[in-house]
Every structure is written in structure tokens, then in C-alpha cells.
């Protein structure tokens, strides 16, 4: 058994690492006639265009593991099919049980590769290479967006920690290091009522959530007015800051996830970033159901698998190789479809963020539970 096993894991891990390899390789060739028409623009050359497309590969390989794991898992199932090699280990013995429990820890091992990609891996190379191609190109993060970057914080009073407003923080740019730009900052009372307008050249992250602000103009409105020495009119107070120290729950990681596509964040950042919404009292039902796909997509990969055992029920004038490789393509095809259609459902209907990115999976373990089935009795 240990022999079989061995032999099962060799054939699974050469076939899919070659599955994974061409569909890199051929979104790698998309990518590329992509970034073609963006040479030239500023400093951006061939060369980054390469360095560009090379760093999207991690996110690439994380999207399409389970589709990798089905086809490979079918190509040898199909392949143990047509040599007969899967009917002498029926003849001796082996269930179906049996060959779900030496899929089982290469199922794992490609889960865990999924989980790490997604996590680790794929969500920095991503941050990098746009950050990359912005640099080279010299474009800024918010240059895109008209009305700069919005962000919302909450005041609170110093000595009691107690919730007396909410903070609302424009920023025109914001510079690759975190710096922000053109930065207009409104603070209301629990009533919606304005008391204080802030303006400043720039804004730079110190530490312990504070900022640093430069060449700031500041009005407090009448009854909102500090103590000290200034020129009041028209029932509002005026300073000229050359700097000020801001506090504020906003950080530099929060304003770039404000430009991030949610799926393509980590889990950990997703957490951070739906806590902070949460506090805000802002919707946080996108990000909650990115966050539950992140933590489940990984599972897809059992699935996937478990899709692929049947294949090895079905002899050769079932169908050709191409033909179940073909099918593998449209169930892995499918399964991605899918989940993006619940994820959009899911956020229109406000389904529980769970059941959202939980449901595309079970639905298709379902039909592997039924196609092992009907496999194993015909």
C-alpha cells in the first residue's frame, strides 16, 4: 500500500505542477500583450513590463490550484483508466474509501501550498508590482480617483476614551512610502454638526497612530472654540500651523487598502480592515464575505479532487482522454464562475458572509459525494 501510495502522489504532483505551469504560462502570455501598449509611458520599459507580468504569477497560481489539482487528478485517473492499471487495484482490493484516503494527504499538501499562496505570498507580490509599475511610471496611488481618497475615523474624548464624533479624511495622493497630500479633514459632533476644518500640505505617519501634519490651516467653528489666543470672525476661530500632530485610527495600511481589490488582500489585512469599518459603523459585508472565501477557498482543492476520482471508474470507450480533460476545464471553469456569481449575490441579497463563500463549494462536494457514488456502484 505504501508502494501505491507513492506511486499515486508521483503521478498527481508531475501532472498537476504541469497543469499549473502552462496556465502561468499562458496568462503570463496575456499579461504581457497587455502591458505592451502601457512602454513607454514615463520611465516604464520592456524590461519592467517582464519584472511587472512576473510578479502577477503568485496571484495566477493561487486563483487556479484547484482548477490545477482537478485536471492533473483527472489527466492520471484517466490515465490509470486506459492502461487498466485502476482495475487491477480494484482487483485487489481497493475501495473507493481507500483511494480518497492516499488522496487525502496530497490534498492537504496542495491546501496548504493554496493557503500560503493566498496568504503570504500573493497578496505582497500583488502590492509590489502595482506599486511597482506606479513608481516607474510616475503615477501616484489616488491619481485615478477625482475626488482623491476618503477614509473615516472616530474622535474620541481624550480622558473618558468615549465616542464625541467622527473624523472624515480626504487625501488628494498618497505617496508610495504613505505620505499623504493635499489632505482636507472634517470632524463632526455625534449630530452631524461641523466643528472643526482642517487643511494641510502634507501629512507623514510617525508612530502609535499619530500624524504628522505640515503647513496646516485649522477652523474651529463658535461653539466648538479651544481656549488661547486667536482672531475670531464670523463665529469661527483661524490658525496657521507650520505642523500639528494628528491621532487617528487611520493608518498608512488602511488608506491602501482603500484602493485594494478585497480578494486579492490577505486574510489578516482583511480582518484588520473590517474591524475598522465595524468601529465606523460603515458596511463591511464585501469584506467579510472576501474574508470567509479567503479562509474556505483553500477546501476547494478537496473538492476539486474528490470531483476527479469518478474519472478513474470510466474506461476508455467512456469517452478519450481530451474529452474528460475537457470536461475537467468546464467543471474547474464552473466552480470559478460560480463563486464570483455568489460573492455578487451574496452582497446584493445580504446573505450571511458564511453562507456566501461557503455555498459554491458545498454544492460541488455535493456532486462529487453523488458522482463517487455512482461511480463506485456501476
Known amino acids: 500500500m505504501t508502494v501505491l501510495r507513492r506511486y499515486f502522489a508521483n503521478e498527481i504532483y508531475r501532472s498537476v505542477a504541469f497543469v499549473l505551469i502552462a496556465f502561468l504560462a499562458l496568462f503570463a502570455f496575456l499579461d504581457m500583450m497587455s502591458e505592451i501598449k502601457s512602454v513607454g509611458q514615463g520611465g516604464y520599459r520592456i524590461e519592467h513590463a517582464f519584472m511587472y507580468v512576473s510578479l502577477g504569477l503568485p496571484n495566477y497560481a493561487y486563483q487556479i490550484m484547484p482548477i490545477a489539482a482537478l485536471i492533473g487528478t483527472i489527466y492520471v485517473m484517466a490515465q490509470f483508466a486506459a492502461r487498466s492499471e485502476f482495475t487491477v487495484m480494484r482487483a485487489s482490493s481497493l475501495s473507493m474509501s481507500g483511494v480518497i484516503r492516499m488522496l487525502l494527504p496530497i490534498t492537504i499538501i496542495f491546501a496548504v501550498l493554496t493557503f500560503v499562496m493566498g ?36 474622535l474620541r474624548d481624550p480622558s473618558t476614551k468615549q465616542i464625541v464624533g467622527s473624523r472624515f479624511l480626504n487625501a488628494g495622493k498618497v505617496d508610495f512610502s504613505g505620505a499623504l497630500r493635499s489632505i482636507w479633514i472634517y470632524e463632526v459632533d455625534t449630530q452631524m454638526r461641523l466643528m472643526t476644518l482642517i487643511t494641510a500640505e502634507e501629512a507623514h505617519f510617525l508612530n502609535n497612530n499619530q500624524w504628522r501634519l505640515d503647513r496646516v490651516k485649522e477652523i474651529r467653528f463658535a461653539n466648538y472654540l479651544s481656549q488661547g489666543n486667536s482672531t475670531q470672525s464670523a463665529g469661527a476661530t483661524q490658525y496657521k500651523l507650520d505642523s500639528s500632530i494628528l491621532k ?3 493608518t498608512p495600511e488602511i488608506m491602501a487598502v482603500l484602493v485594494s481589490d478585497p480578494y486579492r488582500m490577505s486574510a489578516l489585512d482583511l480582518i484588520v480592515f473590517t474591524k475598522h469599518l465595524a468601529e465606523n459603523r460603515q458596511r463591511t459585508d464585501r469584506y467579510e464575505i472576501a474574508l470567509w472565501t479567503k479562509l474556505f477557498y483553500p477546501l476547494a482543492v478537496f473538492v476539486m479532487m474528490a470531483l476527479a476520482l469518478p474519472f ?16 475537467g476545464i468546464m467543471i474547474g471553469v464552473s466552480f470559478q464562475l460560480l463563486n464570483s456569481l455568489f460573492s455578487h449575490i451574496g452582497l446584493l441579497n445580504t446573505w450571511p458572509p458564511v453562507i456566501t463563500a461557503i455555498a ?18 456501476n
Do not use: M, N
Not at 478513474?312 to 470536461?327: N, P
Open 119 to 154: 496568504e503570504f505570498v500573493a497578496p505582497r507580490s500583488h502590492d509590489f508590482r502595482e506599486s511597482f509599475k506606479r513608481r516607474t511610471q510616475g503615477a501616484t496611488i489616488s491619481s485615478e480617483f477625482r475626488s482623491g481618497l476618503w477614509a473615516k475615523d472616530v
Open 312 to 327: 478513474a471508474y470510466l474506461q476508455s470507450r467512456s469517452g478519450g482522454l481530451s474529452l474528460k480533460i475537457f470536461v
Open 248 to 250: 487617528s485610527e487611520i
Open 360 to 377: 459554491p463549494s458545498a454544492l460541488f462536494l455535493f456532486a462529487a459525494i453523488s458522482a463517487c457514488r455512482w461511480a463506485e456502484r
